[in-house]
């Protein structure tokens, strides 16, 4: 079996060529790139939701699920600058759920579609004994030539990424375990915040759309795996390294410090957008954007090292602790 996800991915580009002059990008981005006619390119991506891998009946209600299932899809099209229009949903009914929570599923879904102008022309059903699980495939387009993709990071880029990281790791915390006393120590803000972005999070597709149009960032991923995780696949895949300095780090507020950046390097599905972007073009960023705050973390350097700058000037490894499905637990 393969190591880790990312083993999987290399050994899929190598029997399945995907990249060429009519799909510019191919297997092993947030989403692949289609040329078509006119001044367009078309975004393609699919994404899983399971039950008992993506969402649990003890923690999400269908709404929720819906939701999550759909804003999964919309952040990789986000990732690569574009702007989401059609999505197919597909689904694994399980004998166990009912017509309401297939009502419900669909109205969750239903108002983060309406709220980005998505619309769902289609799909396919089926039905399983076990466990439930969700397909949903999404269309989206980008001006011709303006997708951003991981490749694009070069030696003295910055490093820059949206919102607060870890919330919504920590938000599926206090879900889980209620009565934990770091949770329990939390306010009553931080933690409604922090289950809200677990439970409903929101897309950075205008944000992307931004740093694609002005032609801002030289690269792009959406922190869906953990930031370290995902900050390693820029880096690989534009044979670079980075330079990570502790301090900078948007941790959750209201926990202890070791426990804020754990969980905001190595928590996963904030759906924040991760982008590099070379110094003679910051000054082209602001501090927010449509109320998000930007935060510049590090630097994109020559080395193909990860490394944390802590706080007495130690620079350490940086390892890439997130979600991998392949990862032996």
């Known amino acids: 079996m393969f190591h880790n996800e990312d083993e999987f991915v290399r050994w899929l580009q190598k029997r399945l060529p995907s990249a060429g002059l009519s799909a510019p990008v191919g297997i092993g981005d947030d989403a692949a790139v289609v040329r078509i006619r006119g001044d367009f390119d078309c975004l393609l991506t699919a994404d899983l939701s399971i039950e008992g891998v993506h969402f649990s ?40 759920l009912t017509r309401r929570w297939l009502e419900e599923f669909y109205k969750g ?10 619309r769902v022309i289609g799909g396919d059903t089926a039905r399983v004994k076990d466990r439930a699980a969700i397909d949903i495939t ?19 880029d910055l490093i820059y990424v949206s919102g ?33 972005a677990h439970l409903y999070p929101q897309p950075q597709c ?51 410090r070791e426990m804020a950046e754990d969980l905001a390097l190595h928590g996963g599905e904030d759906y924040q957008l991760l982008f590099t972007v070379p110094p003679s073009k910051a000054r082209r960023l602001q501090r927010s954007f449509q109320g998000i705050p930007i935060h510049c973390l ?6 193909r090292e990860l490394r944390l700058v802590r706080e007495d ?12 499905h392949f990862r032996k637990r």
């Not at 879904?109 to 998505?118: D, G, P, Y």
């Not at 999404?138 to 003295?156: D, F, M, P, W």
């Open 138 to 156: 999404v269309v989206g387009e980008v001006k011709r030539g303006y997708s951003l993709t991981r490749s694009g990071a070069r030696a003295g």
């Open 57 to 96: 009946a003890r923690w999400h209600s269908p709404k929720v699920v819906g939701h999550r299932a759909l804003a999964r899809s919309l952040s990789d099209i986000a990732a690569m600058g574009g702007a989401p229009c059609f999505a197919l949903v597909s689904l694994a009914i399980s004998n166990k």
């Open 109 to 118: 879904l239903a108002a983060l579609a309406e709220r980005f102008r998505v």
């Open 206 to 256: 205008a944000l992307g759309r931004f740093l694609s149009r002005h032609r801002i960032a030289s690269a792009a991923i959406d922190v869906s795996d953990g930031f370290a995780l995902d900050l390693s696949r820029i880096a690989k895949a534009s044979g670079v390294g980075a330079r990570i300095v502790e301090r900078q780090i948007p941790g959750p507020v209201g926990v202890p």
């Open 164 to 196: 607060r990281l870890g919330l919504s790791e920590l938000g599926l915390r206090c879900l889980r375990h209620p009565r934990r006393v770091l949770e329990r120590n939390l306010s009553q803000k931080h933690r409604a915040a922090a289950i809200e």
């Open 298 to 303: 590090g630097t994109i350097t020559a080395s």
């Open 313 to 324: 000037g130690q620079a350490v490894p940086l390892e890439p602790l997130g979600y991998d």
